[in-house]
Nanobody
Framework: QVQLVESGGGLVQAGGSLRLSCAAS????????MGWFRQAPGKEREFVAT????????RYVDSVKGRFTISRDDAKNTVYLQMNSLKPEDTAVYYC????????????????????WGQGTRVTVSS
């Protein structure tokens, strides 16, 4: 069992930055592909970013490419999402997720591939 707790959300003006953190407990994240998803008001939850177990491979939804960076610190059992040049359309609740995997270099962007989820942290970007 993995417990995930997100932090770092808040209110920011358009063009600003935030760094989200996802602290894991109950197991070491080195065994997991990690991902970030988000759910905007009135919309379905969508994939944002994922990082492989090795940390060598990442994948992003097109709308955040070049602005967001996912990273992992296995020593701290924590995953991060650095969000720059934020836009009002980035407003959402952001969720961290973990997917058990035997493959070091795979990334997953399908929600059903993830086994564990955090409670989410809210990000609001004002125009």
């Amino acid at each position: 069992q993995v417990q995930l707790v997100e932090s770092g959300g808040g209110l920011v003006q358009a063009g600003g930055s935030l760094r989200l953190s996802c602290a894991a407990s109950g197991d070491i994240i080195i065994s997991y592909v990690m991902g970030w998803f988000r759910q905007a008001p009135g919309k379905e939850r969508e994939f944002v970013a994922t990082v492989s177990r090795s940390g060598d491979n990442t994948r992003y939804v097109d709308s955040v490419k070049g602005r967001f960076t996912i990273s992992r610190d296995d020593a701290k059992n924590t995953v991060y999402l650095q969000m720059n040049s934020l836009k009002p359309e980035d407003t959402a609740v952001y969720y961290c997720a973990a997917a058990a995997s035997v493959y070091a270099d795979n990334t997953y962007y399908v929600q059903q591939q993830y086994n564990y989820w955090g409670q989410g942290t809210r990000v609001t970007v004002s125009s």
